[in-house]
């Protein structure tokens, strides 16, 4: 079966600080990659997704991924973190038809 | 354009009583339709995916039941509630099987 494993459950950085949440996946075969973030009292709004072609991702309000695919990762980065990206992150990984499986989240702080 | 509604946003129980989730989808015809649970620091969890009216697969076994008696409607039901049954629970489509997906605002079922 495949897991999705996000080693840091919480992180606090200041704000202008670069950001990098880790996120792998065991699964041998094609796989369809996600990020998603919850803001405090929102819902889950997908942040980036790769499926193909160029490894590096972009997504909105500045984040990008990139996808290594002999290290099974799937990094979440962003030069300069501001307040507003306080939230919750998760990375999803889609190898299976009808199984998107979510890693346990990662709590990120930034302190004005 | 497509949108996805749940309800109610929170809920009390009492241990016992019956339970009925729902969500609807709008936009779209034959979503497949996905019912999570998120509980804090372990991520989501899949319960139940449809990928058609009357077709339930479920992931996990417990407490707990879907079903889908329209097209883009999908239920998460109990008979009979449990304390372990408090949660945070998402309901979420997507247009394909390996498509990323589109969350609904949750309902925070609370089990007394």
């Known amino acids: 079966a495949q897991s999705v494993s996000q080693h840091n459950h919480h992180v606090i950085l200041s704000e202008a600080a670069s950001l990098e949440l880790g996120c792998n996946y065991s699964y041998g075969g094609t796989v369809n990659l996600f990020w998603y973030v919850q803001y405090p009292g929102q819902h889950l709004q997908l942040l980036l997704k790769?499926?193909?072609?160029?490894?590096l991702v972009k997504g909105i309000k500045g984040f990008e991924a990139e996808f290594i695919k002999s290290k099974f990762s799937f990094n979440l980065r962003k030069p300069s973190v501001q307040w507003s990206d306080t939230a919750e992150y998760f990375c999803?990984?889609?190898?299976?038809?009808?199984?998107?499986?979510f890693g346990g989240g990662t709590r990120l702080m930034v302190k004005p | 354009s497509q949108t996805i509604h749940q309800w109610p946003a929170t809920l009390v129980q009492p241990v016992g009583s019956p339970l009925s989730l729902e969500c609807t989808v709008e936009?779209?015809?034959?979503?497949?339709l996905y019912w999570y649970r998120q509980a804090a620091g372990r991520g989501l969890q899949l319960l139940f995916y449809s990928v058609g009216i009357g077709q339930i697969s479920s992931e996990v076994p417990q407490n707990l039941s879907a079903s889908r008696p329209q097209d883009r409607q999908f239920i998460l039901s109990s008979k009979k509630l449990l304390l372990s049954d408090s949660g945070f629970y998402l309901c979420?489509?997507?247009?394909?099987?390996?498509?990323?997906?589109?969350f609904g605002s949750g309902t925070r079922l609370t089990v007394v």
């Open positions: 999803a990984v889609n190898a299976q038809v009808n199984m998107l499986t």
């Open positions: 979420a489509w997507s247009p394909g099987q390996m498509d990323g997906y589109t």
């Open positions: 790769y499926f193909s072609g160029d490894p």
């Open positions: 936009g779209t015809s034959n979503p497949n």
